[in-house]
């Protein structure tokens, strides 16, 4: 597949906005490395990984589903035999009258044979359903699965919406294929087969004439293959932007009204709602080429019928009945064939659907545990950054060159400028990322060399922007540690000062709050993720502009509380308020990816650099 970076997201510690003054072609904005059509041939190695899925249950239910489907050809192929013995023996046999009582035994045995062929296909079409959504349910469980796996730089270059397309989308399009597809492909084969072998028993020359058209046939669609293939893909690749971009609509609302925006992106939407119309037209148009091929072949072969084999009842090669028969066997014969062409239709769109699902499921991530990782088990807090370089983008570098010792139970303050590189040393703490140059050392050892669950165990994160999950507020709290009990939840709400106000809400710890938590205010989210982080009670604490949207009377509160709460913990904190930084421990000063000072507050001011600069700017900003 031919990968392209996005267009607009690139560093994310960088401001990404546009000028307002310059125009831009916003049709860029959705061109990710994983909506490109793929170049590749049809490859048949998916089929065969999809097959994996249908393994856990060929002992349990394919038996079933197999004696069905072959009971069921059986009937079908049976019943126009029976008619044509009926015509020729109890109808009009060639001498003597007609028999009424062979009639009716025909007649009985065809009701038997419709009545096995209903309860046959009855059972089959349950079976395979049952088998489908368990398969489609395994699928959709393995992707969701991996991508909790995944690195953050994975979810940087993709909108939320384009992953979302892949486990939904994609993979309910492969539903078909499950749930009746490859029966529904086996049942044909086998029927063709079988009327392919009946038609030459009954008369080798009538059927080799009718059948002479299969591969002329067979000749023209396969010139359609690869054109309906780039279609659907095309139809995925549209859909997958389209639900990023209302991924996104949704979720920027209120930037959208609040810069008055609606019109353009109204007109943003339908231009990508048009692409993906026409796309599905296209596609649908090119998959429904298939069938006037078919048709014209089955009319053509209709027409063989009729005249030659016309010319052997006159010859009396043949009878009346066989000739009933064999033209039966033929309109059988062209059903399945449409129905395989249809079939290879729907296996494109699936196989189109499975590569953009395997290629997820295939995505290594590039922060993985080692083979010989170990558990970090009751950490002292002593870290280590030693010679940290890295970079987001390639020739980019965020860090150029960190060293920074930090000892256990230490407060750490980093402050300087956006873009400086704070935020990034607390993700490569965090192994969100792993640097390009250098180590980052706990107790001394290689982070990387530590399990990831077991090394984010031991940390507690609290950010500005605080996600808030569908739910109760105490489920969101006990987020931070799953079996804590009801009166642990409660005081961790309390150490923060959070229970003041939960408690007057109408139901308290059990209020319900929608997505992300539009129902509380920035400040009551931030108190949340507080008590969340607290509640885990990790020997690493990071506070990354975790009071920027309280009050200062709830900040005033807080900073009592963290005297007690941070006491023999390792933290870090960033923040621009001078009340949040001035008692920690060790203040570092960052610009542009280096340290430019380092100590604590008394001693920063003392020596008139960049820090005294920062809060002199500070005070200037407060008084003026």
Request: with cysteine; hydrophobic share 45%.
């Amino acid at each position: 597949m031919n990968k392209q970076e996005p267009v607009q997201y690139s560093n994310p510690q960088q401001d990404t906005s546009s000028s307002a003054s310059g125009k831009k072609d916003t049709t860029e904005r959705f061109v990710y490395q994983d909506d490109e059509v793929m170049e590749k041939p049809f490859d048949w190695s998916q089929l065969k990984r999809l097959g994996v899925y249908l393994k856990p249950y060929s002992k349990q239910l394919l038996p079933i589903v197999i004696l069905m489907m072959v009971l069921g050809t059986i009937t079908r192929l049976a019943i126009p035999f029976i008619i044509s013995q009926a015509i020729d023996k109890a109808i009009a046999p060639a001498a003597g009258d007609p028999s009424v009582r062979l009639l009716l035994i025909y007649a009985g045995v065809m009701l038997v044979l419709y009545l096995i062929q209903w309860g046959a296909n009855t059972f089959r079409i349950r079976y395979t359903n049952i088998i489908g959504q368990r398969v489609i349910y395994d699928i959709r469980h393995d992707i969701f699965k991996h991508i909790q796996k995944l690195s953050f730089n994975f979810f940087d270059k993709r909108p939320a919406g384009s992953v979302l397309v892949r486990v939904t989308n994609d993979v309910n399009s492969l539903q078909d294929l499950f749930t009746n597809g490859v029966v529904n492909v086996l049942i044909d084969c086998v029927q063709l087969v079988g009327i392919m072998i009946i038609l030459l028993s009954l008369n080798f020359k009538l059927g080799l004439a009718v059948m002479i058209t299969v591969p002329l046939m067979f000749l023209v669609s396969t010139s359609l293959r690869k054109k309906i293939r780039r279609a659907w893909q095309d139809v995925r690749t549209k859909q997958s932007r389209l639900n990023a971009h209302l991924s996104e609509s949704i979720q920027g609302i209120r930037v959208t009204q609040a810069f008055t925006q609606e019109k353009e992106n109204i007109g943003f939407f339908d231009k990508m709602n048009t692409e993906n119309r026409q796309s599905w037209n296209y596609a649908s148009m090119t998959n429904q080429s298939f069938g006037p091929i078919i048709e014209v072949t089955g009319a053509i072969g209709a027409f063989i019928l009729f005249f030659y084999g016309a010319h052997l009842i006159q010859s009396t090669e043949i009878t009346v009945g066989l000739f009933v028969a064999f033209a039966s066997y033929v309109g059988n014969f062209w059903e399945p064939i449409n129905r395989l062409g249809q079939m290879y239709s729907q296996l494109l769109v699936a196989m189109a659907s499975s590569e953009r699902i395997f290629e997820f499921i295939d995505m290594k991530p590039i922060v993985d545990d080692k083979e010989q990782a170990e558990n970090l088990d009751n950490i002292e807090g002593n870290i280590r950054f030693d010679n940290i370089v890295f970079e987001y983008e390639k020739g980019r570098p965020a860090l150029k060159g960190i060293s920074l010792d930090v000892h256990a139970g230490q407060s750490i303050a980093f402050v300087g400028h956006t873009g400086s590189g704070k935020s990034t040393m607390i993700n490569l703490l965090c192994r969100f990322y792993d640097p390009v140059e250098g180590r980052v050392l706990i107790d001394g050892k290689d982070i990387r060399d530590i399990h990831l669950q077991s090394l984010r165990s031991q940390i507690g994160i609290v950010l500005q922007d605080t996600f808030i999950f569908s739910g109760t507020i105490r489920d969101n709290i006990r987020f931070g540690r799953l079996d804590a009990t009801d009166e642990e939840v409660e005081i961790a709400a309390k150490a923060v000062n959070a229970h003041e106000f939960i408690a007057g809400l109408p139901d308290g710890y059990e209020t319900e709050v929608q997505e992300r938590g539009s129902v509380l205010s920035m400040g009551q989210r931030q108190l949340i993720s507080f008590a969340r982080a607290l509640l885990a009670d990790p020997r690493v604490l990071i506070l990354d502009e975790a009071t920027a949207s309280i009050d200062t009377e709830t900040e005033l509160k807080i900073q009592e509380a963290l005297k007690t709460l941070l006491f023999g913990r390792t933290s870090f904190i960033i923040a621009h308020r001078l009340s949040t930084i001035r008692h920690a421990d060790n203040i570092v000063v960052m610009d542009h990816g280096r340290i430019m000072e380092q100590g604590n507050h008394d001693e920063l001011m003392r020596h008139g650099g960049i820090y005294r600069g920062l809060i002199d700017a500070q005070f200037r900003f407060l008084s003026a």
